[in-house]
């Protein structure tokens, strides 16, 4: 085989590995439940009380967000009106449900309906039982933040045990999450929606605990780019005892608030980078936030010092160049250890 020709069929090669990476996610959901809103605060950069001058979604609103290497999420947000629902379940069926990677199915809460409400998802699971029946099921109970505190785990655990026994074959499996735009409920269940899509994380997670090793990090967090959710960490013992359970929820929050505000005071776009890094140093503590790879960024929180913050600077370099070469070949078959300065 000539030069060309084989540069010819490695292209070829590479070209199906980055199709066989696609995946495509509906989020689907009766109108009004808060599909779009969700969506917009985490891949469009929102704050919750700007989601309030979103319309309705005519028929599918389509948008693309790469993530690791060659992972490419279609996202597919249905209109959740009962004519656009119909055409989903009949007349646009296959081209709707076909190679579905994941569904994202939004209940509100607040809906005098859920009877029917369940009957209409119990016809989307049977569409996706009959043309994609490995793909991920999740379950959004939305709007918590209306419910009595006192009162919303008993409604979740009782939606919950509803929305299961109308899963079909996904009953084993389907996830739910009672989730609201208002705190960090919805940062944790897309960032363990989007978690469960990315190959070899047992890779990332190695290549992670060098790093952490090496810089004697009490944590270390790989955050996505655009979405800054959290795609893996590595925790030392003495971060396991970390009370927050939920803080990498609240660093998305706390972060994208604050790229948020970066916008408003540089007049640029909440979608472009509007700091490289950043770091923090207290007596017992340094936390630096640098830019990774192209798609990701690195939080380390390490001992206090302006030796160690150095050379953790030193050390998030090095490892950036082998985390590139995932990024940009999604070769994550390696595991060769990286030499960082001590």
Not at 91 to 114: A, P
Not at 264 to 289: G, L
Not at 316 to 322: C, H, K, L, N, P
Request: charged share 25%.
């Amino acid at each position: 085989m000539d030069r060309s020709r084989f540069e010819d069929h490695a292209n070829s090669m590479d070209a199906s590995k980055l199709k066989a990476q696609k995946q495509k996610v509906l989020l689907m959901g009766k109108s009004g439940s808060g599909k779009s809103s969700m969506r917009n605060i985490i891949f469009s950069n929102y704050v919750a009380k700007d989601v309030r001058r979103l319309g309705a979604t005519i028929d599918v609103e389509h948008s693309r967000v790469k993530f690791l290497g060659n992972l490419i999420l279609n996202l597919w947000d249905c209109g959740g009106q009962d004519a656009f629902t119909e055409n989903y379940l009949t007349t646009q069926k296959s081209y709707v449900f076909s190679e579905v990677g994941v569904l994202i199915y939004v209940f509100d809460i607040e809906s005098r309906e859920f009877e029917q409400d369940l009957t209409t998802y119990n016809a989307v699971i049977k569409a996706l039982e009959e043309y994609s029946p490995r793909a991920h099921v999740f379950c959004l109970v939305h709007k918590m933040d209306l419910v009595q505190v006192d009162f919303r785990e008993s409604l979740f655990q009782e939606r919950e045990a509803a929305i299961k026994g109308k899963s079909g074959r996904f009953s084993r499996v389907v996830i739910s999450y009672p989730t609201t735009i208002w705190d960090q409920s919805l940062y944790k269940a897309w960032g363990n929606i989007v978690h469960s899509l990315i190959p070899n994380l047992d890779v990332i997670e190695d290549y992670l605990g060098q790093l952490a090793d090496a810089i004697e990090a009490e944590e270390v967090i790989l955050f996505e780019r655009t979405t800054f959710l959290t795609v893996m960490s590595v925790t030392s013992k003495i971060g396991e005892q970390n009370p927050y359970i939920d803080r990498h929820e609240r660093l998305s929050n706390i972060i994208k608030t604050f790229k948020h505000s970066l916008a408003i005071f540089t007049s640029s776009s909440t979608s472009s980078h509007q700091f490289h890094d950043f770091h923090i140093q207290t007596p017992r503590f340094n936390v630096i936030i640098d830019k990774f790879t192209n798609n990701t960024f690195v939080l380390a929180v390490l001992p206090p010092g302006d030796a160690e913050l150095n050379c953790t600077r030193i050390n998030i370099a090095t490892a950036r160049d082998e985390f590139m070469k995932l990024d940009t070949t999604g070769d994550r078959s390696r595991r060769d250890g990286i030499g960082y300065a001590q």
